[in-house]
């Protein structure tokens, strides 16, 4: 029988993160979906509305935490793929900190588009 191998150590902190963001995706997609799916429907949908909803702080707040916990999921389980199929050494830290400039440019335009989205404007 094979042997399970992971690269994730349950004496990690980016194991509990990756835990916990997901966690956390599966109920923010879940509020998402009722809010936009069910309260109001896709027709109803308009850039005044979304502009209403991101200008609210609570609303903000938990579009870029989203948009942190996703990133920082995805980008998490794609390096621990690579490194789980056998990458190491100089090409594993390229990925590493590659991943991490990715991230954080993926994070700063998200931002800048949801501030965008509540009437902001860019500098």
Do not use: C
Not at 38 to 45: K, N, T
């Amino acid at each position: 029988m094979a042997e399970h191998y992971t690269s994730f150590s349950r004496d990690d902190t980016r194991w509990l993160l990756q835990r916990v963001t997901a966690v956390f995706l599966v109920g923010v997609l879940a509020f998402h979906f009722m809010l936009l799916h069910f309260v109001h429907h896709a027709y109803e949908i308009t850039l005044a509305g979304t502009t209403a909803r991101m200008s609210q702080p609570g609303y903000f707040v938990t579009m870029v935490s989203f948009l942190i916990a996703g990133t920082f999921h995805g980008v998490n389980g794609v390096y621990n793929a690579l490194v789980n199929q056998g990458i190491e050494g100089t090409p594993r830290t390229i990925v590493k900190y590659g991943l991490i400039i990715v991230s954080l440019l993926l994070i700063a335009q998200g931002i800048r588009v949801a501030w965008v989205m509540t009437g902001g404007q860019l500098v």
